[in-house]
């Protein structure tokens, strides 16, 4: 079976600090691990996905993901928050056939000016 | 051009009635989800199907009926309305890595559902 936890319903930032969302996964099979953005009103965006290549995984908007098997760990960051970074981010993990994804309950950012 | 399109993106409607929300994808992808949000954001996978064919369902209230009609459309009839119904479903679809996929899910836009 597989999960997510993502720690922290409620993040704050300053704009201009770092970004540091956390999400743990346990999952039986190597995972494809994936972060997801819903602006308000609006669908979820794929930010970036691990698929079983480099461990440092880039994304849009300058978001970016390591994968750390040993801590079970696939924690978002962004150097520098801009106060468009405001929204709701989902983590989320799927087997490698790619046909049950499980969320975690999402992190909402808020970016202070 | 929309990949994954769903229709309305809003109703309003009162307890007891039937409602239907429709969703097309133009991705070619063989999988595609019914996904509903309540208000604390939580995302709660409802139905799955691949080529037309019910791989997930989880446990909904059976007033809850998918259907698929060709493998680009999976549409969601709900009968009998509920005050708990209200909520945000969300359609997707995805193509997994072994059929030349990307693995990940694409979503629609949402249809706000609301229950008087």
């Known amino acids: 079976a597989q999960s997510v936890t993502q720690l922290g319903s409620h993040v704050s930032v300053s704009e201009g600090a770092l970004v540091l969302l956390r999400c743990n996964y346990s999952s039986s099979v190597p995972p494809y691990l994936f972060w997801y953005v819903q602006y308000p009103n609006q669908g979820l965006q794929l930010l970036l996905k691990?698929?079983?290549?480099?461990?440092l995984v880039k994304g849009i908007n300058g978001f970016e993901a390591e994968f750390k098997k040993s801590e079970t760990s696939f924690h978002l960051t962004k150097p520098s928050a801009h106060m468009s970074d405001a929204a709701e981010y989902f983590c989320a993990v799927s087997d490698k056939a790619g046909n049950q994804f499980y969320f975690g309950t999402g992190t909402s950012l808020t970016v202070i000016p | 051009d929309t990949a994954v399109s769903q229709t309305p993106k809003y109703l309003v409607t009162q307890m007891g009635n039937d409602k239907s929300i429709k969703c097309e994808q133009n991705?070619?992808?063989?999988?595609m989800y019914w996904y509903k949000q309540d208000s604390k954001k939580f995302l709660k996978i409802m139905f799955s199907?691949?080529?037309?064919?019910?791989?997930i369902n989880e446990t909904v209230p059976n007033r809850f009926s998918p259907k698929s009609p060709d493998k680009a459309h999976l549409n969601l009839h709900i009968n009998s309305l509920e005050l708990g119904d209200s909520a945000v479903y969300f359609c997707?679809?995805?193509?997994?890595?072994?059929?030349?996929?990307?693995?990940?899910?694409?979503f629609g836009e949402g249809s706000r559902l609301t229950v008087l």
């Open positions: 991705l070619g992808h063989d999988t």
């Open positions: 997707a679809s995805s193509q997994d890595s072994l059929f030349r996929g990307t693995g990940e899910l694409f």
């Open positions: 691990y698929t079983s290549a480099a461990t």
């Open positions: 199907y691949n080529n037309k064919e019910l791989i």
